[in-house]
């Protein structure tokens, strides 16, 4: 039965937040299995279009404004894009979230940008905790390592 370990904040707009998960034999991989996303304000005259990211290896460029996904980088593994608008009973919240089903070792970055240009997001991850043979333990970390490399 392997383990889920829960990961909740709130992240600022236009931030990079780390979670630490390596170990130092990086026999302890993790999957994600949930990812959530909710406003930090919720009133009436809030407008939110925020969009976050959770990477694989550390990220160092602050996330642009109109930051969008790209699917095609093999850094990624989720992404989740929350909208609320003022007017509520006219358009509703939504929220679309796609991750991976990659098994990584190492710690992740979450990057976050809001369209208003201030309002944080809270956050909720769920990661399955795997013990790694050293096999898949050289395979998730020899795949950080080059992703690393290549950036």
Known sequence: MSKIKSFRGQIA?????????????????????KFLLFPAGATSAFNYESFVSIFKIPQTDTPPADATPDFADQTLLACGYYTQSASGSANPEDMNIIFDNEIFNQDITLSHSNSDGASAINYYIELEQIKLDLNENTVATLKDIRNIKSQ
Do not use: Q
């Open 13 to 33: 707009d236009r931030a990079l937040e780390t979670i630490a998960l390596h170990t130092n034999d990086g026999s302890t991989g993790y999957r994600i299995v």
